[in-house]
Nanobody
């Protein structure tokens, strides 16, 4: 059973930074050799949208245009975690952030349906 747990959310002023972490069960990272981790977000009243993704070896990363240059995704296989460093935060970044796992691909995709497992989410609130 794959479990993903997000952490690191909180309240921050516009222009500030937060670092989100997605922890997966150790077996996840050791059992599979081709997978991707994605970060998505969902603001109140809006659809869930793709934010960033990274493949199993960290060599391929993808970002939504809205976060390029501000957010950075990275992975630490030894710790079975994937992080999302968020800088220059804007009120429009306010949302619940979810990490998700795609076990079928080595190329991060932005489509929700491509991901097999999801975490419970962590709230990020950016005040103006």
């Amino acid at each position: 059973q794959v479990q993903l747990v997000e952490s690191g959310g909180g309240l921050v002023q516009a222009g500030g930074s937060l670092r989100l972490s997605c922890a997966a069960s150790a077996r996840t990272f050791s059992s599979y050799t081709s997978y991707t981790i994605g970060w998505f977000r969902q603001a109140p009243g809006k659809d869930r949208e793709f934010v960033a993704g990274i493949n199993w070896n960290g060599r391929t990363t993808v970002y939504a245009d809205s976060v390029k240059g501000r957010f950075a995704i990275s992975r630490d296989n030894a710790k079975s975690t994937v992080s999302l460093q968020m800088n220059s935060l804007k009120p429009s970044d306010t949302a619940v952030y979810y990490c998700a796992l795609d076990l079928r691909r080595d190329d991060p995709k932005s489509t929700i349906g491509d991901y097999n497992y999801w975490g419970q989410g962590t709230q990020v609130t950016v005040s103006s």
